[in-house]
């Protein structure tokens, strides 16, 4: 089955600064990468996808690259704010109705 | 919409003991899903339901049962709890029964096995 690695498994930073957060996945069959965010005590929710036809996708100051030749895969958070503090999942998935998530990172942002 | 409904969001068993976890979505999505969260160890699939009367495992499922009965309600059983199955559970649904497409998911159920 798939496997995704994801790293770091926490991420401090201060205000203003970017964060990255990398994913590799092992099926060369996978052709779905969304990233979750997770507030606490809350369940996880969507903040981008991209798909395997594209390399890259922005959404604000949210942006989500896709290197398939190497099979990995990275979210970048520009401008980091107090409020982007949560922890982030990276998932992959393949053609049979599933996600294998990555085991998460804690991002915390110090204002 | 309330999106998805999980109930209890809190329980406690005894080792042997059975228990369901509710979950209810209104959104009509076809795709309904157990996840499993604990620490370290990110998400995991327990069970997933691509339609009523279609269930099929996922990465964990010892231990699990389900049932997709009508589109909306998709409970996870726990037959016999054991220590290993405390953890934080989370229902998720999506639009459609392909692969690609927003998992919307529930608050979570946390659930302590003594």
């Known amino acids: 089955g798939e496997n995704v690695e994801q790293h770091p498994s926490t991420l401090s930073v201060q205000e203003g600064d970017s964060a990255v957060i990398k994913c590799t996945y092992s099926d060369s069959a996978s052709n779905y990468f969304p990233w979750y965010k997770q507030e606490l005590g809350k369940g996880p929710q969507l903040i981008i996808d991209?798909?395997?036809?594209?390399g890259e996708k922005k959404d604000q100051r949210i942006a989500v690259t896709l290197n398939k030749t190497a099979k990995h895969f990275s979210l970048h958070i520009t401008e980091t704010q107090p409020e982007d503090s949560a922890v982030y999942f990276c998932a992959a998935s393949t053609g049979y109705s599933t996600l294998t998530f990555g085991k998460g990172t804690m991002l915390l942002v110090s204002p | 919409n309330a999106g998805v409904t999980q109930t209890p969001k809190f329980q406690v068993l005894k080792t042997g003991q059975s228990m369901t976890l509710q979950c209810a979505q209104d959104m009509n999505h076809e795709y309904m899903s157990w996840y499993r969260q604990d620490p370290g160890m990110g998400l995991r699939l327990i069970h997933y339901?691509?339609?009523?009367?279609?269930?099929d495992q996922g990465e964990v499922p010892n231990g699990y049962n389900v049932s997709r009965s009508t589109t909306e309600d998709f409970p996870l059983r726990l037959l016999s709890a054991a220590p290993s199955q405390t953890s934080v559970y989370f229902c998720a649904s999506k639009a459609g029964q392909g692969n690609t497409g927003e998992l919307f998911f529930g608050e979570g159920s946390r659930l302590t096995v003594l």
């Open positions: 991209i798909r395997s036809n594209v």
């Open positions: 339901s691509v339609g009523a009367g279609i269930t």
